[in-house]
């Protein structure tokens, strides 16, 4: 038998493995990869929710497809921010990126 | 009016404000104020008479002014028949000058300051009139004396005006200091100085008769300056080095008037007090014989007047002595008016000859009709001519003297009313007939213009009349109006007035032989007396004695301070310098090592620490995001454990 | 049977994901991350969301994980497999996300969650577009002007100027 805990210890596990390719991934493409993990855990969140507590309605999978759109977004807007920096300072590792500083 | 009295002395306060502050250089708005100004105070000071007439009072206001716990000192008025007299003769001697400056002073680059020291003088003149307590007095006899002192040295280009002044200036103040001693000892023995209080207390015997005699010559020594009474006398001649109509309205009628009338406000103190009226009488006494002798002999027209001023003063301060109340202040009244003419006549004179000295004129009669009129007709008033004013008031001296028992006193004043019928006719004959002695000087002399001769015209009128009031056949004559404690009514004592005239009509004669017939040559009259002459001439060598003394003694001491001040002050100040010097140096050191080191110090901890806190940022958005879920995670550890 | 299904998925979904974030060629990882979509969408249908499963396939598979790829190849000589992939900190990260599971295992299991034994809807598409463009429809509105500002914002940043 299959519980919400397991979907949600899955959901949690992914999205450490998520955290883990964003702090140490140098490429940004890994990097943007990484956050899309991370927003996949969260979908399996919703949408084991949706079916465990709210299976009536269907909230969470709503939600989940908000999370989608924005993560498609987000990808587009970071992938073309890739570009622009390969383009400018012909690197896509982020800690070459580390004009923000004194 | 006598309520809202004070609107009389602020009205020329206000036209020395208007014309300082805003119409110094519109010479005609200034003096057409200031002129405005003074007039409407004698319309003012008349309604106020009458309304004396009517109720002698005294009339008291009390204005809060200085209210501490232990000291209350009021601006008071106190109003009473001699103050509205004192109004009168104020204001109309005043408005006179005002006028007449407009043709005097025609043309001086200080025109319109003239005009606001004339304003200020008034103001503080009425101020002192009105004032009802001695120290408001005190304060206004200092503004008097200070405006005294900027008139005098008006023409301060000239280095005698401006040494004039500061010795007018000094003198007063000899005199002063005694006043406000006297003001202390006073206000120790009566705790007030309210006019009306101390006259209360002196009344009900609560002052010890020794404090009373010393206040009362203290008091007066306040007026042996401003009156310019013997032994500080010497200013008032010199000051004549003032503007002609300064001389006429301050050390004619008015300033020098307000020490006659200080020592008849301390009527009371007299009273009581035999020694300090007995000092009083006879200094009035010294002064008038001294300075009429001193008149004599003089050359320059306005220091005749000068010393005629003093010897008249001398007159009234004698009077008040011997308890003549009415006597002195209703001499003070005529004096002022006589002496008035005779000093703007002599303005005119001056103006028309560009000379002060006497001898250098001669038949100015024929080129100065109204001057000459005018002027005789004063000195006839001045010499006590029936039935001119100065005739009246002195006849009225003459009694209370009498009147007390003073023979000698007595004796003395009609000799020195002798002495001034001979000055000034001989100052009249000198001046206006005879040959011209001066061709240049006659040649230029023309008569003044109207707004000086309207004024003498008008004097000239008050010369004659002014005095009738005094007349002794009057029921209710001046003296039932001012008074002390009860009017003193004498009857007419013909044998007084016919000694007066006598005296009079002979000094008249003598000059009359001397500078008019010269049947008596006067060159050979001082080869004969030439001692006595000398003496006289050089008036009584006062100057050089205090020259000799004081003045000797302060350059003595001044040198010894100098010394002192070399040697043990100067020494003390070298080493009061290097002693800063010392100090600043240590300091200095102090500075550079402890203060300077603590703020560089504190400027190098702060590059140190930053130097190492700014690793931390090293612009690596991972490491940030590294950071970000460290705070998640203590976070979340934070609120499970 | 459903459990067996279950736990193929997540070991393929975990798996997939740590060679995305681990593999040193990027273009293998982003083939990872394909994998790991697919295996997503497997999950979604264990989970009764059939219009999900279809949508994680389309929207990710179809694009995200082209224009990943596309991206990669486009900065591709910069990626070469033989310098270092990862940073300096993957052990403190490692540590971190340890604890972090740690507290996350934790936090699940403690939390009572109330589980409703119901059956769910199926199909679902039905009843989701209703919703879209019922209750919905400002927040879907909202993302498509979220979408169409993205697309143009991408446009303008990336565009040779």
Redesign the interface.
């Given at each position: 038998?299959?519980?919400?805990?397991?979907?949600?210890?899955?959901s949690?596990?992914?999205?450490?493995?998520?955290?883990?390719?964003?702090?140490?991934?140098?490429?940004a493409?890994?990097?943007?990869?990484?956050i899309?993990?991370m927003f996949?855990s969260a979908?399996?969140n919703f949408?084991?929710f949706?079916?465990?507590?709210?299976?009536?309605a269907?909230t969470g999978?709503?939600f989940?497809?908000?999370v989608?759109?924005?993560?498609?977004?987000?990808?587009?807007?970071g992938?073309?921010?890739?570009?622009?920096m390969?383009?400018n300072f012909?690197?896509?590792?982020?800690?070459k990126?580390?004009?923000?500083?004194? | 009016m006598i309520k809202y009295s004070y609107i009389i002395a602020f009205l020329p306060l206000l036209s020395y404000v208007l014309i300082v502050f805003f119409f110094s250089k519109r010479e005609k708005t200034a003096s057409g104020i200031a002129i405005t100004a003074v007039v409407s105070s004698f319309v003012l000071s008349l309604i106020a008479l009458f309304e004396t007439l009517a109720d002698h009072g005294p009339h008291i206001f009390e204005y809060e002014w200085i209210v501490i716990p232990g000291l209350k000192l009021p601006l008071s008025i106190f109003f009473d028949p001699l103050t509205a007299v004192m109004l009168m003769v104020v204001t109309i001697v005043s408005s006179c000058v005002h006028i007449y400056s407009l043709g005097y002073m025609h043309g001086d680059p200080r025109f319109s300051r003239f005009y606001a020291y004339l304003s200020l003088f008034t103001f503080s003149m009425l101020g002192l009139v009105l004032s009802g307590s001695f120290f408001v007095t005190f304060i206004f006899w200092e503004l008097v004396g200070l405006t005294s002192y900027l008139l005098i040295g008006f023409w301060f280009e000239k280095k005698v005006a401006s040494d004039a002044g500061k010795k007018a200036f000094i003198t007063t103040k000899i005199g002063d200091l005694g006043f406000l001693a006297g003001l202390l000892v006073l206000y120790w023995a009566a705790g007030t100085l309210n006019y009306s209080e101390v006259y209360h207390q002196i009344e009900e015997n609560q002052i010890p008769a020794i404090i009373l005699t010393a206040a009362g010559i203290l008091i007066f020594c306040g007026a042996i300056g401003k009156s310019a009474q013997f032994p500080l006398h010497v200013w008032l001649p010199d000051a004549m080095e003032g503007p002609t109509p300064v001389s006429a309205l301050i050390h004619a009628a008015t300033m020098v008037a307000a020490g006659v009338y200080l020592t008849a406000r301390i009527m009371s103190i007299i009273v009581v007090s035999h020694t300090a009226a007995m000092t009083i009488a006879y200094i009035g006494a010294i002064t008038a014989f001294m300075a009429a002798s001193i008149g004599l002999v003089q050359n320059d027209i306005k220091r005749v007047l000068a010393y005629s001023t003093v010897s008249q003063l001398g007159y009234m301060i004698m009077a008040l002595g011997v308890s003549g109340y009415t006597a002195g202040t209703f001499h003070l009244m005529t004096h002022a008016f006589f002496k008035a003419l005779l000093f703007l006549g002599a303005g005119s004179v001056i103006h028309a000859a560009h000379t002060n000295d006497i001898q250098q004129m001669g038949g100015l009669a024929k080129k100065m009709p109204i001057t000459s009129k005018t002027f005789f007709i004063a000195s006839l008033s001045i010499a006590g001519i029936f039935p001119l004013s100065g005739f009246w008031s002195k006849d009225e001296i003459f009694a209370s003297i009498y009147h007390e028992g003073h023979y000698f006193l007595l004796a003395l004043a009609v000799l020195v009313a002798g002495m001034t019928a001979f000055y000034m006719f001989r100052l009249c004959f000198l001046t206006f007939t005879g040959e011209a002695r001066d061709y240049h000087v006659y040649e230029h002399a023309h008569e003044s213009p109207k707004t000086m001769t309207y004024p003498l015209i008008f004097l000239a009128f008050l010369s004659i009349f002014a005095g009738w009031v005094g007349m002794p056949w009057l029921e209710h004559g001046y003296s039932s109006f001012v008074y002390f404690e009860h009017p003193h009514h004498a009857a007419a004592n013909y044998v007084l007035m016919i000694v007066g005239t006598i005296a009079a009509l002979s000094g008249i004669f003598l000059a009359y032989q001397m500078y008019y017939k010269r049947a008596i040559d006067p060159v050979k009259m001082g080869a004969r007396f030439k001692p006595v002459y000398t003496f006289i001439y050089n008036k009584w060598y006062f100057d050089e004695l205090y020259m000799g003394t004081v003045i000797k003694f302060a350059y003595w001491f001044m040198e010894v301070l100098y010394r002192f001040d070399q040697g043990v002050i100067d020494w003390f100040v070298n080493f009061v310098g290097r002693f800063g010097m010392f100090n600043s140096r240590v300091w200095q050191t102090f500075d550079v090592y402890v203060v300077d080191g603590a703020v560089n110090g504190a400027g190098f901890m702060t590059r140190w620490f930053a130097g190492g806190l700014r690793k931390i940022q090293t612009g690596a958005v991972q490491n940030y995001a590294f950071v970000i879920f460290l705070g998640v995670v203590l976070l979340m550890l934070f609120k499970m454990i | 049977m459903e459990t067996g299904i279950f736990y193929i998925l997540a070991a393929i979904i975990l798996t997939s994901a740590l060679m995305v974030v681990s593999l040193r060629n990027i273009f293998h990882s982003a083939l990872m991350l394909i994998l790991c979509f697919f295996a997503v969408a497997g999950l979604y249908i264990t989970l009764d969301a059939d219009f999900l499963a279809a949508v994680q396939v389309l929207i990710y598979v179809g694009a995200v994980t082209i224009l990943m790829i596309f991206a990669v190849m486009v900065t591709h000589q910069l990626t070469g497999t033989t310098m270092r992939q990862v940073n300096e900190q993957p052990i403190p990260a490692a540590l971190i996300i340890i604890v972090l599971f740690i507290l996350l295992a934790i936090a699940i299991t403690q939390t009572g969650f109330e589980v409703i034994g119901k059956f769910p809807l199926m199909p679902t598409v039905a009843a989701i577009g209703t919703a879209l463009m019922t209750v919905y429809v400002l927040p879907f509105e909202i993302v498509s002007l979220v979408l169409l500002v993205a697309l143009i914002g991408a446009i303008i940043i990336a565009r040779r100027d």
């Amino acid at each position: 038998m299959v519980t919400l805990e397991h979907y949600l210890i899955l959901s949690a596990l992914l999205f450490c493995v998520g955290i883990f390719g964003l702090l140490t991934r140098r490429n940004a493409v890994g990097v943007l990869m990484s956050i899309e993990l991370m927003f996949n855990s969260a979908n399996i969140n919703f949408i084991a929710f949706s079916k465990f507590i709210t299976p009536e309605a269907l909230t969470g999978q709503i939600f989940a497809i908000f999370v989608i759109t924005i993560a498609a977004a987000e990808a587009t807007v970071g992938l073309a921010i890739v570009v622009l920096m390969y383009r400018n300072f012909n690197a896509v590792n982020v800690d070459k990126i580390n004009f923000m500083k004194w | 009016m006598i309520k809202y009295s004070y609107i009389i002395a602020f009205l020329p306060l206000l036209s020395y404000v208007l014309i300082v502050f805003f119409f110094s250089k519109r010479e005609k708005t200034a003096s057409g104020i200031a002129i405005t100004a003074v007039v409407s105070s004698f319309v003012l000071s008349l309604i106020a008479l009458f309304e004396t007439l009517a109720d002698h009072g005294p009339h008291i206001f009390e204005y809060e002014w200085i209210v501490i716990p232990g000291l209350k000192l009021p601006l008071s008025i106190f109003f009473d028949p001699l103050t509205a007299v004192m109004l009168m003769v104020v204001t109309i001697v005043s408005s006179c000058v005002h006028i007449y400056s407009l043709g005097y002073m025609h043309g001086d680059p200080r025109f319109s300051r003239f005009y606001a020291y004339l304003s200020l003088f008034t103001f503080s003149m009425l101020g002192l009139v009105l004032s009802g307590s001695f120290f408001v007095t005190f304060i206004f006899w200092e503004l008097v004396g200070l405006t005294s002192y900027l008139l005098i040295g008006f023409w301060f280009e000239k280095k005698v005006a401006s040494d004039a002044g500061k010795k007018a200036f000094i003198t007063t103040k000899i005199g002063d200091l005694g006043f406000l001693a006297g003001l202390l000892v006073l206000y120790w023995a009566a705790g007030t100085l309210n006019y009306s209080e101390v006259y209360h207390q002196i009344e009900e015997n609560q002052i010890p008769a020794i404090i009373l005699t010393a206040a009362g010559i203290l008091i007066f020594c306040g007026a042996i300056g401003k009156s310019a009474q013997f032994p500080l006398h010497v200013w008032l001649p010199d000051a004549m080095e003032g503007p002609t109509p300064v001389s006429a309205l301050i050390h004619a009628a008015t300033m020098v008037a307000a020490g006659v009338y200080l020592t008849a406000r301390i009527m009371s103190i007299i009273v009581v007090s035999h020694t300090a009226a007995m000092t009083i009488a006879y200094i009035g006494a010294i002064t008038a014989f001294m300075a009429a002798s001193i008149g004599l002999v003089q050359n320059d027209i306005k220091r005749v007047l000068a010393y005629s001023t003093v010897s008249q003063l001398g007159y009234m301060i004698m009077a008040l002595g011997v308890s003549g109340y009415t006597a002195g202040t209703f001499h003070l009244m005529t004096h002022a008016f006589f002496k008035a003419l005779l000093f703007l006549g002599a303005g005119s004179v001056i103006h028309a000859a560009h000379t002060n000295d006497i001898q250098q004129m001669g038949g100015l009669a024929k080129k100065m009709p109204i001057t000459s009129k005018t002027f005789f007709i004063a000195s006839l008033s001045i010499a006590g001519i029936f039935p001119l004013s100065g005739f009246w008031s002195k006849d009225e001296i003459f009694a209370s003297i009498y009147h007390e028992g003073h023979y000698f006193l007595l004796a003395l004043a009609v000799l020195v009313a002798g002495m001034t019928a001979f000055y000034m006719f001989r100052l009249c004959f000198l001046t206006f007939t005879g040959e011209a002695r001066d061709y240049h000087v006659y040649e230029h002399a023309h008569e003044s213009p109207k707004t000086m001769t309207y004024p003498l015209i008008f004097l000239a009128f008050l010369s004659i009349f002014a005095g009738w009031v005094g007349m002794p056949w009057l029921e209710h004559g001046y003296s039932s109006f001012v008074y002390f404690e009860h009017p003193h009514h004498a009857a007419a004592n013909y044998v007084l007035m016919i000694v007066g005239t006598i005296a009079a009509l002979s000094g008249i004669f003598l000059a009359y032989q001397m500078y008019y017939k010269r049947a008596i040559d006067p060159v050979k009259m001082g080869a004969r007396f030439k001692p006595v002459y000398t003496f006289i001439y050089n008036k009584w060598y006062f100057d050089e004695l205090y020259m000799g003394t004081v003045i000797k003694f302060a350059y003595w001491f001044m040198e010894v301070l100098y010394r002192f001040d070399q040697g043990v002050i100067d020494w003390f100040v070298n080493f009061v310098g290097r002693f800063g010097m010392f100090n600043s140096r240590v300091w200095q050191t102090f500075d550079v090592y402890v203060v300077d080191g603590a703020v560089n110090g504190a400027g190098f901890m702060t590059r140190w620490f930053a130097g190492g806190l700014r690793k931390i940022q090293t612009g690596a958005v991972q490491n940030y995001a590294f950071v970000i879920f460290l705070g998640v995670v203590l976070l979340m550890l934070f609120k499970m454990i | 049977m459903e459990t067996g299904i279950f736990y193929i998925l997540a070991a393929i979904i975990l798996t997939s994901a740590l060679m995305v974030v681990s593999l040193r060629n990027i273009f293998h990882s982003a083939l990872m991350l394909i994998l790991c979509f697919f295996a997503v969408a497997g999950l979604y249908i264990t989970l009764d969301a059939d219009f999900l499963a279809a949508v994680q396939v389309l929207i990710y598979v179809g694009a995200v994980t082209i224009l990943m790829i596309f991206a990669v190849m486009v900065t591709h000589q910069l990626t070469g497999t033989t310098m270092r992939q990862v940073n300096e900190q993957p052990i403190p990260a490692a540590l971190i996300i340890i604890v972090l599971f740690i507290l996350l295992a934790i936090a699940i299991t403690q939390t009572g969650f109330e589980v409703i034994g119901k059956f769910p809807l199926m199909p679902t598409v039905a009843a989701i577009g209703t919703a879209l463009m019922t209750v919905y429809v400002l927040p879907f509105e909202i993302v498509s002007l979220v979408l169409l500002v993205a697309l143009i914002g991408a446009i303008i940043i990336a565009r040779r100027d």
